[in-house]
């Protein structure tokens, strides 16, 4: 399979180690693709301009957009305003593979079906969080873990200050948490998206989180708090990065 991971953002100095969204998103989904599959992934750096025309894309088995530290609601950055219309006609045309997104990516995703994407008003939402599935999600087997059980809720990294607002009409929502209503949007070999992380390791989290205290954009005793509180969940990111090798498939 050839997958095209659209790249939204600079590598961050503080994980470098772990490289930067693209490169953990590689590695999420060559740790979470069966063995008898083969994959190819080609990266477009879309924060520096360079872009896939709409006939490259039409060669690809699925398309994955990265989170970013920029809005995805900006109407005034050259490149998001660009991505924001590819994802539309994307979106909105047949012939092109199915999209997965995550945090920007999921929140660009909706703002290029029309769906309103600003700041939070409940605030910083961050660290390994809880999500409750919604009962649609429940209902098609979205977002399971292996074995009999059926699950109600999943464990997943994230940093945003931004959120989803509405629904776009034939879609459905994931799930919610207290601090965000629409945690992820699906349509039927078309659409997964994740307001959280799944790519995301706790380790980075983590790492984010300390980087955002040292720099003054959390109080240290939050910090502390959402750091101990990460390390003491489960991490379901990786299970729920199943759920995008099967909408490539068209399995979902």
């Not at 991971?5 to 590598?11: K, P, S």
């Not at 009999?148 to 940093?159: C, G, K, R, W």
Request: proline share 3%.
């Amino acid at each position: 399979m050839k997958i095209a991971i659209i790249n939204a953002d600079f590598a961050k100095e503080n994980l470098a180690k772990y490289g930067d969204f693209a490169d953990m998103a590689v590695t999420m989904l060559e740790q979470t693709r069966a063995a008898r599959d083969e994959a190819e992934y080609v990266t477009f750096n879309v924060h520096k301009d360079h872009f896939p025309s709409l006939e490259q894309l039409r060669n690809f088995d699925g398309i994955y957009i990265t989170g970013s530290q920029f809005d995805a609601f900006d109407t005034s950055t050259g490149w998001i305003v660009r991505l924001r219309e590819l994802l539309s006609t994307v979106l909105t045309t047949e012939g092109f593979p199915p999209v997965a997104g995550v945090c920007f990516g999921h929140q660009i995703v909706a703002s290029s079906l029309g769906c309103t994407v600003n700041r939070n008003v409940k605030g910083f939402e961050g660290g390994i969080v809880s999500v409750q599935l919604t009962p649609e999600a429940k209902k098609l087997g979205l977002l399971q873990k292996p074995g009999d059980n059926p699950v109600d809720s999943i464990q997943i990294a994230e940093i945003h200050n931004d959120i989803v607002y509405d629904v776009p009409s034939g879609y459905t929502n994931l799930g919610y948490s207290s601090k965000c209503a629409i945690q992820g949007l699906y349509r039927k070999n078309k659409l997964f998206t994740l307001q959280g992380h799944p790519e995301f390791v706790t380790d980075v989290v983590v790492s984010i989180l300390r980087t955002m205290g040292t720099r003054k954009l959390l109080e240290d005793a939050e910090v502390k708090k959402l750091e101990h509180e990460s390390f003491a969940s489960t991490n379901d990111g990786y299970n729920a990065a199943a759920y995008l090798w099967k909408l490539f498939k068209l399995e979902i």
